[in-house]
């Protein structure tokens, strides 16, 4: 008889077991990261401009069972290395703009940590300034990218994660961006955006903690 108690007991146990291993569901999220792209398959590109650093910020709505949608901003921003394209002596900067809608999916992998893998589509404004550019010049076009973030909380609605990416922009970059027929004692006629992107960020939610009144 006590064995069988002992069993009744357990059995008894086990919804209360499984309800405090229950992970947190998604919630509304507000995300600020800083990335640093590394431009792929573009070495012209890559000897001419020195990043800054890109920011983006984004806000998703979770709408089923982990999957979510939103709607964010990034903003790259680069500095021209003056003997990138010498003998020609090129000064000045580079402005990126990229609003776009994303698709998000949000796994929790323990009480504290979870993962959000996306895709991203918008559109990516250009603006280049420089010394040889026979005029400022706007590129615009379409973008999209794919990215993975790993987040782990500090509190109920606070967590820091990192970000790993690929981002692509539906345009060139050749000579004629900064007002020259050709690239000075190099072969190259230029190559489309592409960025391996790594970044460091937050994630704000809007769900009630338990120590709140609200």
């Given amino acids: 008889m006590k064995g069988l108690r002992f069993i009744a007991a357990l059995v008894a146990l086990l919804p209360l077991a499984a309800a405090a291993q229950r992970l947190p569901a ?10 640093l792209p590394l431009a792929l398959g573009n070495p012209v590109f890559d000897n001419l401009t020195d990043v800054l650093g890109q920011g983006d910020l984004a806000f998703t709505l979770p709408v089923y069972k982990g999957l979510g949608v939103g709607v964010g901003v990034a903003g790259t921003w680069y500095e021209l290395n003056e003997d990138g394209l010498a003998p020609e002596l090129t000064i000045g900067s580079v402005q990126r703009y990229v609003p776009y809608g994303k698709l998000e999916w949000t796994r929790y992998t323990g009480q504290h940590t979870y993962l959000a893998v996306g895709a991203r589509a918008g559109g990516a404004y250009w603006d280049w300034q420089c010394g040889t550019c026979r005029e400022s010049l706007r ?9 993975a973030r790993y987040f782990l909380h500090a509190s109920d609605n606070l967590a820091f994660g990192l ?3 690929y981002q692509a922009d539906a345009l060139r970059f050749g000579p004629d961006v900064v007002g020259l027929d050709g690239f000075p004692g190099r072969t190259d006629t230029g190559a489309p955006y592409r960025f391996l992107s790594v970044g460091l960020g937050f994630s704000t939610g809007f769900r009630p903690s338990p120590e709140s009144h609200w």
Avoid: K
């Fill in 26 to 35: 998604a919630q509304p999220t507000l995300q600020g990261f800083f990335n």
């Fill in 139 to 147: 590129q615009s076009g379409l973008h999209w990218g794919v990215e």
């Fill in 163 to 165: 970000l790993l990416g």
